[in-house]
């Protein structure tokens, strides 16, 4: 088992350092030829979703990528990746890879509690540490969607067919319990 781990921009080593407690294969996206190396997964890290999703255009990787999403590629997002993933964005028009029929809100918690930390349930993962860092949450979700966990009444946690969005980030966490019910499930 590979696991692909888009590095363009953001906290990819994070996830990096995660898998490596797994044991777990992983490759850095960078470049459009690193899609060809065959992944079994895909980890889309936080950082600045607009950045990201300039890059992933820039780079030719967008494409690619989106239709891999699209066709099962077992997908774990992670803030900006939430909002990459996500189909609708409040208060802009530009989506990125809109592959998961939900609305996010950017940066919804405001500048003063951008960041903060507690402790959820998620459904499927347990009771986890949740790090949140300029946080987004999912305003709406699609009936189809599993809400996997919610923070204060907002959304923080959702599936959808084979991809996984957090608005948190769970490869903080010093046990990488999300990365391996993850991994488990592929
Ligand atoms: N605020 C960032 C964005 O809107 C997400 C923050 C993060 O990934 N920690 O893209």
Redesign the pocket.
Known sequence: MKIGILALQ??FREHEEALKKLGIHYVELRKKEDLSSGIDAIIL????????GKLLRELEMYDIIRQEIQNGLPTLA????L?LLAENIEEQTQTHFATLPVTVR??AYGRQLGSFSCEGEVKGFGKIPMEF????YISEVSKDVDVLSQVDKKIVAVRYGAQYAFAF?PELNDEPVVHQTFVEGI
């Open positions: 953001g906290a890290p936080g950082g600045e979703s607009s950045v990201q992670t803030c900006a990746g909002i950017r940066n860092i300029r946080a987004p980030h």
